[in-house]
């Protein structure tokens, strides 16, 4: 049996190469499908062919063999695409934010961006209080122009009471979601595509959905207010972390915003 000296040297530099942009590609698909369906769509498509190959290349199955060669494999090449329709576009969108690896939030002042995270925290507060629910979205690379223009434009300096009375109930704006572009509320009464993803115990409400549905099909960042529960929850890249404080609301943007909070602020 080889020693692994005796591999590593047969081994070259580009077979090496090879491997680890392999692995990195299998990697980074594996980073976009979790915590999504897709998991569940793999793991079902993988048993289907494992169970077929078996079975066609240990019996003596004439027309299942047949049916692998000349209709499984094409089958599988046109349906993957469809069924994994939602992943392959996060997946082509995250490749097309280059934006991001050089300049976060464009040329936004920061003094912006630490206006808009500190008065979206107090306005979720302020509105878990009262029992209002909220969907606020916060566009960042991926362009939400096409939801935006489904609603209300608004193009108005974002600020605490006007938040709280575009969602008081029964006020004409309220349903939806309000969508922020830098420090300006960019359009509210927005609809947003509901997640299909219901994987888990967990049942959401359509907020909730909404919220994860534009995190999945964009690099945005929702902030939602539970009408029920007053519960303040937090989604970005399809996944959702619920029961925040204000303060840790504040933080988990500054750290997904990439700014750095005062100590006061942080309090």
Same mark, same amino acid.
Request: glycine fraction near 8%.
């Given at each position: 049996?080889?020693?692994?000296?005796?591999?590593? =040297?047969?081994?070259?530099?580009?077979?090496?190469?090879?491997?680890? /942009?392999?692995?990195?590609?299998?990697?980074?698909? /594996?980073? %976009? !499908?979790?915590?999504?369906?897709?998991?569940?769509?793999?793991? *079902?498509?993988?048993?289907?062919? %494992?169970?077929?190959? $078996?079975?066609?290349?240990? @019996?003596? /199955?004439?027309?299942?063999?047949? !049916?692998?060669?000349?209709? $499984?494999?094409?089958?599988?090449?046109?349906?993957?695409?469809?069924?994994?329709?939602?992943?392959?576009?996060?997946?082509?969108?995250?490749?097309?934010?280059?934006?991001?690896?050089?300049?976060?939030?464009?040329?936004?002042?920061?003094?912006?961006? =630490?206006?808009?995270?500190?008065? !979206?925290?107090?306005?979720?507060?302020?509105?878990?209080?009262?029992?209002?629910?909220? /969907?606020? %979205?916060?566009?960042?690379?991926?362009?939400?122009?096409?939801?935006?223009?489904? *609603?209300?434009?608004?193009?108005?300096?974002?600020?605490?009471?006007?938040? %709280?009375? !575009?969602?008081?109930?029964?006020?004409?704006?309220?349903?939806?979601?309000?969508?922020?572009?830098?420090?300006?509320?960019?359009?509210?009464?927005?609809?947003?595509? @509901?997640?299909?993803?219901?994987?888990?115990?967990?049942?959401? *409400?359509?907020?909730?959905?909404?919220?994860?549905?534009?995190?999945?099909?964009?690099?945005?960042?929702?902030?939602?207010?539970?009408?029920?529960?007053?519960?303040?929850?937090?989604?970005?890249?399809?996944?959702?972390?619920?029961?925040?404080?204000?303060?840790?609301?504040?933080? @988990? $943007?500054?750290?997904? $915003?990439?700014? =750095? @909070?005062?100590?006061?602020? =942080?309090?």
């Amino acid at each position: 049996m080889p020693s692994f000296q005796q591999i590593w =040297e047969r081994v070259s530099f580009l077979a090496a190469l090879d491997i680890l /942009l392999v692995a990195a590609l299998i990697f980074w698909l /594996l980073g %976009v !499908i979790r915590g999504t369906r897709a998991v569940q769509l793999l793991r *079902g498509v993988g048993i289907l062919v %494992v169970v077929a190959l $078996l079975a066609g290349s240990t @019996l003596p /199955l004439t027309t299942l063999r047949w !049916i692998i060669r000349e209709a $499984l494999s094409p089958a599988l090449f046109v349906a993957i695409p469809i069924l994994f329709q939602p992943e392959l576009r996060r997946a082509l969108e995250s490749l097309g934010r280059t934006g991001e690896w050089f300049n976060r939030f464009g040329s936004t002042n920061r003094s912006d961006v =630490e206006e808009m995270i500190n008065t !979206i925290s107090r306005a979720a507060k302020q509105l878990s209080q009262q029992g209002i629910g909220a /969907l606020m %979205v916060i566009e960042r690379d991926t362009g939400l122009q096409e939801y935006a223009d489904r *609603g209300v434009i608004v193009d108005s300096r974002i600020s605490v009471p006007l938040l %709280v009375n !575009i969602f008081f109930p029964n006020a004409p704006l309220h349903d939806m979601a309000v969508i922020f572009r830098r420090n300006r509320i960019l359009a509210a009464n927005c609809v947003l595509p @509901l997640s299909e993803n219901v994987v888990g115990s967990t049942r959401y *409400g359509t907020r909730h959905r909404a919220a994860l549905g534009i995190s999945e099909q964009s690099d945005a960042i929702s902030v939602i207010v539970s009408e029920e529960t007053g519960s303040i929850s937090i989604t970005h890249d399809g996944r959702m972390v619920r029961h925040l404080t204000e303060g840790r609301l504040r933080k @988990l $943007l500054a750290g997904l $915003l990439r700014v =750095e @909070l005062s100590e006061e602020e =942080e309090a």
